[in-house]
């Protein structure tokens, strides 16, 4: 006898015969089969399909299920993907210093690098694998250790007659305690003979213990400043050291030798994170060992006591060579090597002296002298302007610090390693809802009775292929047309917050339009496959005209980064509701899928959905990776011509040194010209 239900029978057949809960299946079956009437094109309906899963299936859901898990540690887990993580949130973390805009949050606090928190440790872990073996103890030192005189103990006593070496272990370990080492001063002059550099650093430590400054403010309000020796014989000490280091040969820091030394036969970068833990590198270690301490307004203060006493006592003649003095002082350690510390160092000893010595040269009635200082504000404002100009322009990336062309190497190489963490961040949410579907299947596995499970294998490759090309590809090429056209995005400017909130808001369009339309492609390929059973279209215009909705943020948001001004209203507002479009959408989503799974008679068909959605969620997670890899190729190529960004590039080298094009270093020379003889 012909059955009345054969798609119920055939689904009812691939449990055992005798299971007891056939009966509620079948209800369950007539229940979703009766809700909307049914119309065949003929009599009767098609024949129904074989319902049983086969093995191929199976191993096909298995291999999604691995895939998942293997882009779980391919993004998060894995030893690269952490290492490569932590060097996204350096970037960002060292980059505070040019904006404060976190880019790549929560990364700074999921691997610590919170305010404050040394990135030293990390970054010699970072470097170890770049770095050969014979090279750390020059480079790095003992590693993970803060105290300077431990960490490159090993390397200074390894090359005792060593001058570099010295002059680096002169300045760490000199001035430890409050009196300079009197064996070390010893020593430097058989290690370093006629080189005055130690007697140099010796006076301006011992002026910074004997020399006292108060502020005090007249009846007209004027405010200033008053020096006061505290300890005479330590000052008179410093004096001799002074005049012994203006009178030496020579006076050399040797720091940029050093320097040249660990730069020799430096790594390349091969991704933008080396650049950032370089430049960590070349703050912690490169230039640790400053030539001159910038605590020279005690040093300042010296000299201008010296010189009210000579204008009291009427002595115009040592007030002269005490002026001359002055400006041999200021002008050593100017023209020393690593210049651009000395010539902050100098132009902080030249400002914190010119009130005093400008003063005493009126009092002495020194008239050429006192032009000369009076005219400190129009070299001042000159040294500004000229400081301005070294830092980042508009065009240059957030790390960008000594480079004065070929930026746009090294902004693009920023932004595509931003997009790679913001298309990873992607592929993370796709697999946490592929995970929600699957999790609300397994929940329901058990009040429906299986059923979900025995009728997904309707659907077939081709099936699958009509769902992700629709429901992910389409979004996709809408979006990377929005991210690569040049029209669209031009990237002429660097990774801000706002660039990043451009990008972050098409991904979010991405995702949301995906959901939509995968749903609405796998309920109308369920409808063409089990019609018998019920499966209608569920909301099949609305699901098209919200997925659209969603998309259209995608060049939305490239016109929206364009512009800077929107009257009134702060951009940061803007940008606020223009997330919670589709931020919105997600949460109607979830909300009529939850109500579909959980009540009314659409539940058996909302739950098989789901299961059928796991396959397209997880090659669309699959895609997000697959772009995150070819931005990170992208990046490579970029870095690979980033020369400028380098720390051991010609840009970087003459902005140690204070010597890249421009007028910052001449400005000091051209004032020091024009001192009288």
């Known amino acids: 006898m012909k059955s009345e239900q054969p798609w119920i029978d055939a689904v009812l057949e691939t449990f055992p015969a005798n299971d007891p809960q056939n009966e509620q299946r079948r209800e369950l079956l007539l229940e979703a089969a009766h809700a909307v009437p049914f119309e065949a094109p003929s009599d009767e309906p098609p024949a129904p399909p074989r319902f049983k899963n086969s093995r191929r299936a199976r191993m096909l859901r298995s291999g999604l299920f691995l895939l998942g898990l293997w882009l779980l540690w391919v993004l998060l887990l894995c030893p690269t993907a952490r290492r490569r993580l932590q060097g996204i949130s350096l970037c960002d973390r060292y980059s505070d210093r040019v904006s404060p805009v976190t880019l790549s949050f929560p990364l700074p606090y999921y691997y610590r690098a919170r305010e404050g928190q040394q990135w030293q440790p990390w970054v010699e872990d970072f470097q170890q694998k770049r770095h050969p073996a014979d090279k750390l103890l020059l480079r790095f030192g003992k590693s993970h250790e803060p105290d300077e005189a431990i960490r490159w103990r090993e390397l200074w006593s390894s090359h005792p007659e060593d001058p570099v070496c010295f002059a680096e272990r002169f300045r760490a370990t000199a001035f430890v305690d409050s009196d300079p080492d009197p064996s070390l001063l010893t020593e430097a002059a058989e290690a370093d003979p006629g080189n005055g550099y130690y007697d140099l650093l010796t006076a301006i430590h011992l002026a910074g213990s004997c020399v006292d400054e108060s502020y005090s403010r007249s009846k007209s309000g004027h405010r200033s400043r008053e020096w006061k020796i505290t300890d005479p014989e330590r000052a008179e000490l410093a004096w001799?050291?002074?005049?012994?280091?203006?009178?030496?040969?020579?006076?050399?820091?040797?720091?940029?030798?050093?320097?040249?030394?660990?730069?020799?036969?430096?790594?390349?970068?091969?991704?933008?994170?080396?650049?950032?833990?370089?430049?960590?590198?070349?703050?912690?270690?490169?230039?640790?060992?400053?030539?001159?301490?910038?605590?020279?307004?005690?040093?300042?203060?010296?000299?201008?006591?010296?010189?009210?006493?000579?204008a009291a006592a009427g002595d115009t003649t040592e007030l002269r060579k005490l002026c001359r003095l002055v400006r041999k002082t200021v002008q050593l350690i100017h023209r020393a090597p690593v210049s651009s510390w000395s010539m902050n160092t100098a132009s902080i000893l030249l400002g914190n002296a010119q009130p005093g010595m400008l003063e005493a040269c009126q009092i002495a009635g020194l008239t050429e002298e006192a032009a000369f200082w009076a005219d400190f504000a129009t070299y001042r404002s000159k040294q500004g302007t000229a400081f301005t100009s070294r830092f980042r322009p508009d065009h240059a990336s957030s790390l960008w610090w000594h480079a004065t062309a070929d930026l746009d190497s090294g902004r693009h190489a920023e932004q595509r390693m931003f997009e790679g963490l913001y298309l990873g961040h992607a592929a993370l949410v796709f697999l946490v809802f592929s995970g929600m579907a699957s999790f609300l299947h397994r929940h329901s596995f058990g009040r429906l009775l299986q059923l979900p499970g025995r009728i997904s294998p309707l659907l077939r490759f081709s099936d699958y292929a009509r769902i992700i090309l629709i429901g992910v590809g389409l979004p996709a090429l809408i979006v990377v047309a929005t991210l690569e056209l040049p029209i669209l995005n031009p990237r002429d400017q660097p990774m801000d917050g706002f660039q990043a909130c451009a990008v972050l808001q098409k991904l979010l369009s991405l995702i949301v339009a995906a959901l939509f339309l995968t749903t609405r492609e796998t309920g109308l390929a369920l409808t063409r496959r089990a019609t018998p059973l019920g499966f209608r279209p569920m909301a099949r215009t609305p699901l098209l005209l919200l997925g659209l909705l969603a998309l259209a943020g995608a060049p939305s948001a490239s016109a929206l980064s364009r512009i800077e001004d929107f009257g009134p209203l702060p951009r940061e507002w803007v940008w606020a509701g223009f997330f919670m479009l589709p931020g919105l959408l997600l949460v109607a989503f979830l909300v009529g899928i939850g109500v579909l799974v959980f009540t009314g008679h659409r539940r058996l068909q909302a739950t098989t959905l789901l299961r059928c959605l796991t396959p397209p969620l997880l090659t669309a997670a699959w895609l997000m990776v697959a772009w995150s890899g070819v931005n990170r190729c992208i990046e490579r190529h970029h870095v690979r011509h980033a020369t400028a960004e380098r720390i051991d590039s010609p840009q970087a080298i003459l902005f140690y040194q204070g010597n890249e094009p421009g007028t910052y270093r001449q400005i000091m020379e051209d004032y020091l010209a024009t001192a009288p003889e």
């Open 240 to 310: 001799q050291h002074l005049e012994r280091a203006l009178d030496a040969s020579r006076i050399e820091s040797h720091a940029f030798e050093m320097i040249e030394l660990r730069l020799e036969g430096w790594p390349k970068p091969r991704e933008y994170p080396d650049f950032a833990a370089d430049e960590v590198t070349a703050t912690a270690y490169l230039r640790f060992d400053r030539p001159f301490p910038l605590g020279t307004r005690e040093l300042a203060g010296l000299f201008v006591t010296r010189a009210k006493k000579l």
